[in-house]
């Protein structure tokens, strides 16, 4: 019984399309988070987003948007992707003591 | 934000000790996280500081000197496992929000 689970796992997509990653925690948290993991291993925050409030990095694109049906569930959507896009994103949910991460969506753009 | 610096690399031989050291800079502390990452995997969670001094979890411990602004997390009788990617993470409370951010991480590799 996964704690967060993320899907896809890998994706792969050409220049332009338009896609969306899947987030679901079962721990009960209140906060979830989107970071992308970066060729150079450099897990950057995007979005913190709890049922009161989204908090998005400054640097991220606004092509980049977090939709949240529920507490329980925080999905990722990219419009027009781009070559730059290729990471490894990954899901997480936190408490104030710890952050439990999903097994990560690698993202390739071609 | 956060300025959060630890080594890039660092090498070591079974059943030995290693010491993985981070800085840091924050306006608002509010807890640091150490994480280890294999290749390919999820981050998982090592331990939690939020007051001074030293918690120990089995052959992982950390320490935490929030006047210094420096954690480090020891590792014990290492074993081929232990050869990962260590994360460390600052949680700021700056502005309302208590968004862990993470340093660029350290790659331990050990060797028998």
């Known amino acids: 019984d996964t704690a967060v689970s993320q899907t896809p796992k890998y994706l792969v997509t050409q220049m332009g399309n338009d896609k969306s990653i899947k987030c679901e925690q079962n721990?009960?948290?209140?906060?979830m988070y989107w970071y992308k993991q970066d060729s150079k291993k450099f897990l950057k925050i995007m979005f913190s987003?709890?049922?009161?409030?989204?908090?998005i990095n400054e640097t991220v694109p606004n092509r980049f948007s977090p939709k949240s049906p529920d507490k329980a569930h925080l999905n990722l959507h990219i419009n027009s992707l781009e070559l730059g896009d290729s990471a490894v994103y990954f899901c997480?949910?936190?408490?104030?003591?710890?952050?439990?991460f999903g097994s990560g969506t690698r993202l390739t753009v071609v | 934000g956060q300025n959060i610096d630890q080594p890039t690399e660092m090498t070591a031989t079974e059943g030995a000790i290693v010491q993985i050291n981070c800085t840091y800079q924050?306006?608002?502390?509010?807890?640091l996280f150490w994480y280890q990452q294999h290749a390919g995997e999820a981050p998982t969670f090592l331990s939690y500081?939020?007051?001074?001094g030293l918690e120990e979890k089995g052959r992982f411990s950390s320490f935490l000197s929030r006047s210094k602004g420096y954690s480090y997390l020891l590792l014990k009788e290492l074993q081929m496992k232990d050869s990962a990617s260590y994360l460390c993470a600052v949680r700021d409370e700056a502005g309302g929000s208590y968004i862990p951010t993470f340093g660029r991480g350290t790659s331990l590799i050990v060797h028998p």
């Open positions: 924050t306006s608002g502390f509010n807890g």
């Open positions: 500081n939020v007051l001074d």
């Open positions: 997480a949910s936190g408490s104030i003591y710890g952050y439990t």
């Open positions: 987003y709890n049922n009161k409030e989204l908090i």
């Open positions: 721990l009960g948290h209140d906060t």
